[in-house]
T-cell receptor, first 111, second 113 residues
C-alpha cells in the first residue's frame, strides 16, 4: 500500500525565514507529486505540482523532487504569517483520480 | 473561471439517516474525485468519476456511493449514517483525461449525532 509520510509539526519559523517542509513516499513508480496548503476550516488549495527530478520554483515556493530517494520537499522563502497553515503532500496514481495524501505538516510563522 | 462548488456546506444528521452531497466541477472538467477528511485519518480517497463512469474506488464500505451526471456534476450518498461518518467531505475536479492535478471545492461539513 502506498504511503506518504510527513512530520506533523508544528514547524515554527520566524517571519522572513525559509520554511522547509519534507515528505517521503513508499511507491517507487509514482510520477506526480503535489503540495497543497490548507488553512484551518478551509479546503486544500493547490500550491504546485512536480513531476521531474530537481527543483521547480513558483514565486516564494520551491518544490524539490528526488525520486531515487523517494523524497519531495517544499521550501517557502521569506515566510509570512499568512503562510501559517497545514501543508499537505500528495502523490498521484496516474489518471485514476486518486491522490494519496500525507497527514500534513502544520506551519506556524511568527511575526 | 468559477471553481468547484459543493452543496450543502454544512449538514447535521442523526444516526441511521442517509445523506446526499453535491459537487459541480470547474467548467470543462470531466473528472470528479471525492475525499473524506477527519482529524485522525486525514484525507482519504472515496471514489472518482469520469464521463459518468466510476473508474476508481477507495477502501470504504458500500454505504458510500456516488454517481456522475452527463454535465459532470457529481453526487455522493451515504446511507445508514454512523457517528464515525462525521467529517469534511471534499470533492475535487481535474481537467483532462490523464491529467491528475486536482482542484478542491470548499467541502461539506457533515455532523452525525
Amino acid at each position: 500500500q502506498k504511503e506518504v509520510e510527513q512530520n506533523s509539526g508544528p514547524l515554527s519559523v520566524p517571519e522572513g525565514a525559509i520554511a522547509s517542509l519534507n515528505c517521503t513516499y513508499s511507491d517507487r513508480v509514482s510520477q506526480s507529486f503535489f503540495w497543497y496548503r490548507q488553512y484551518s476550516g478551509k479546503s486544500p488549495e493547490l500550491i504546485m505540482s512536480i513531476y521531474s527530478n530537481g527543483d521547480k520554483e513558483d514565486g516564494r515556493f520551491t518544490a524539490q523532487l528526488n525520486k531515487a530517494s523517494q523524497y519531495v520537499s517544499l521550501l517557502i522563502r521569506d515566510s509570512q504569517p499568512s503562510d501559517s497553515a497545514t501543508y499537505l503532500c500528495a502523490l498521484g496514481e496516474g489518471s485514476q483520480g486518486n491522490l494519496i495524501f500525507g497527514k500534513g505538516t502544520k506551519l506556524s510563522v511568527k511575526p | 473561471k468559477a471553481g468547484v462548488t459543493q452543496t450543502p456546506r454544512y449538514l447535521i444528521k442523526t444516526r441511521g439517516q442517509q445523506v446526499t452531497l453535491s459537487c459541480s466541477p470547474i467548467s470543462g472538467h470531466r473528472s470528479v474525485s471525492w475525499y473524506q477528511q477527519t482529524p485522525g485519518q486525514g484525507l482519504q480517497f472515496l471514489f472518482e468519476y469520469f464521463s459518468e463512469t466510476q473508474r476508481n474506488k477507495g477502501n470504504f464500505p458500500g454505504r458510500f456511493s456516488g454517481r456522475q451526471f452527463s454535465n459532470s456534476r457529481s453526487e455522493m450518498n451515504v446511507s445508514t449514517l454512523e457517528l464515525g461518518d462525521s467529517a469534511l467531505y471534499l470533492c475535487a475536479s481535474s481537467g483532462l483525461a490523464g491529467e491528475d492535478t486536482q482542484y478542491f471545492g470548499p467541502g461539506t461539513r457533515l455532523t452525525v449525532l
